[in-house]
């Protein structure tokens, strides 16, 4: 491999010649040999973004050149549009502030910029902290690249995915509002419900889980830019933030605001935790909507069986014929992954010491896995299972016409304490209500099938 020589104020480092970072990405990646995750690719387009709003910034101000501000825009616009990400080498197991992944996007910018300048026989030449990070620390630019990031993807897969499995299962409610079958509480049987009544619970809670993201989310449009390097703003115009806000603002189509106060913005993440908060509470529905769904399913013969699941693989390398509920254990799983991430991101936001938080890499590359994995998940299994599921109405209707709870309805006519007693002593005698309820003299067959209406049950019109 080829190398070039870099310097930077510790002195001389040699860098592979085919990459566009410099010394301090350089110095990063032998320093901090941990793991294998990389900077999420989120926040090296946020950073390039930024960079670029920057740039436009200074420029407005007075304080750039108009040719270099140029050459930084188009450089930050040419990282996003080819995709270079391999410059961008950097694991997230770093310095707590992202300092180096906030010189990695200034080196590279810098280099490449200067490889143009050279190409059009220009004398000009861009340095990586005095011209793309002018006015910036990684203090301010580093929570500023996390807000982006987390805005954009919040809106941009998020909740597409969230909306599309909803969608679904609106589909589904509806085709199967009609269909009776038993509910159950604490895992037993309980009273009757139709299919699409429990899906519709499914539904609102996707909804709400959407409501609650959405809502959330509007906190991270505050952008701690500006803030330089201990929130004072210093070596920034005291207009700085706000304009290269709304150079942001302009580059994404996304509105955001600088934030009224710089100290909190750079000690604080309280608004990425509230938003993981409903990243958390959405998984927590879907661990529920996985589980009722794999349990439904089960079987084909010994379990509760009331719905069918698509095939989608061979369920075991033993048991020929074997088919699993593997969309949902994937989405259980995802969901287990996510409420880990939520106990982490909480940690490390409580670690604001004094003026600058110094866990933002993790929380970041956290907050943006959840994302990444439960997007990924709800379409996984939109696909996969729900868009498949259908009814056995033969297993339905004899869990129904078997069930014990339905002389819950006999309540208002004869009293709990005798219903209780036909419930109890048709469970012993292995007989129906029906037959226990005539027996005991307490309803004649015409009073009985009057009372058990399934259809009052499900949608009661009152006594």
């Known amino acids: 491999m080829n190398y070039r020589t870099e310097k930077d104020t510790l002195g001389e ?31 090296t387009d946020a950073f390039s973004i930024l960079k670029e709003a920057c740039a ?3 420029q407005r101000l007075g304080s750039m050149d108009e040719t270099k501000a140029d050459m930084i825009q188009r450089v930050c616009r040419e990282v996003r549009e080819s995709r270079s990400y391999e410059h961008f080498p950097l694991v997230v197991w770093q310095t707590g502030s992202g300092t180096q992944s906030n010189m990695n996007m200034n080196e590279v910018v810098a280099f490449r910029s200067n490889e143009h ?36 993807e919040v809106h941009e897969t998020l909740l597409p995915s969230l909306q599309k499995l909803r969608s679904t299962f609106e589909s589904k409610a509806a085709q199967f509002d009609d269909v009776i079958k038993i509910g159950r509480t604490h895992l037993q049987d309980a009273t009757p419900l139709t299919l699409g009544q429990e899906m519709s619970g499914w539904v609102h809670m996707l909804r709400k889980s959407e409501e609650m993201i959405g809502q959330s989310a509007e906190q991270l449009r505050n952008l701690a830019i500006g803030g330089t390097a201990v929130g004072t703003g210093i070596n920034a115009h005291p207009d700085f933030g706000s304009m290269t806000a709304e150079e942001i603002s302009r580059i994404t189509g996304v509105t955001f605001h600088s934030s009224e106060n710089k100290f909190h913005a750079l000690t604080s993440h309280d608004e990425i935790v509230y938003v993981h908060g409903a990243l958390k509470g959405l998984a927590a529905d879907l661990m529920k909507i ?35 509920p593997t969309q949902s254990e994937a989405l259980t799983m995802v969901a287990s992954q996510v409420m880990g991430n939520d106990a982490s991101i909480g940690f490390a936001a409580s670690q604001g010491n004094f003026e600058l938080n110094v ?42 016409k078997n069930s014990l709870m339905l002389v819950t309805a006999l309540n208002p006519h004869i009293g709990y304490e005798k219903a209780a007693t036909i419930a109890k002593t048709a469970f012993e005698k292995n007989s129906t209500l029906k037959e226990t309820a005539v027996e005991l003299g307490y309803l004649t067959e015409e009073q009985f099938d009057e009372y058990i209406d399934l259809e009052n049950m499900v949608r009661p019109k009152g006594n």
Not at 362 to 385: E, G, H, P, T
């Open 13 to 43: 480092v040699q860098v592979p010649a085919d990459k566009w970072w410099g010394a301090q990405t350089q110095r990063s990646r032998e320093n901090f040999k941990i793991g294998e995750e990389v900077m999420p690719r989120e926040v």
């Open 359 to 400: 866990y933002k890499p993790v929380i970041i590359y956290n907050f943006l896995q959840s994302i990444r994995l439960l997007s990924d998940a709800m379409v996984s299994f939109n696909d996969k299972c729900a868009e498949g599921i259908e009814v056995n109405e033969e297993i339905i209707n004899k869990h129904v």
């Open 290 to 324: 996985g589980n009722d769904v794999r349990w439904l399913a089960s079987g084909p013969r010994s379990g509760i069986g009331e719905i069918t699941i698509p095939a989608n693989e061979p369920g075991s390398s033993i048991m020929p014929g074997k088919v699993n």
């Open 117 to 152: 300048f050279e190409q059009e026989q220009s004398e000009l030449r861009i340095h990586p902290n005095d011209d793309v990070n002018q006015s910036q620390s990684s203090n301010d630019t580093f929570p500023t690249a996390m807000h982006i990031a987390a805005l954009k």
């Open 56 to 58: 436009a910034a200074n």
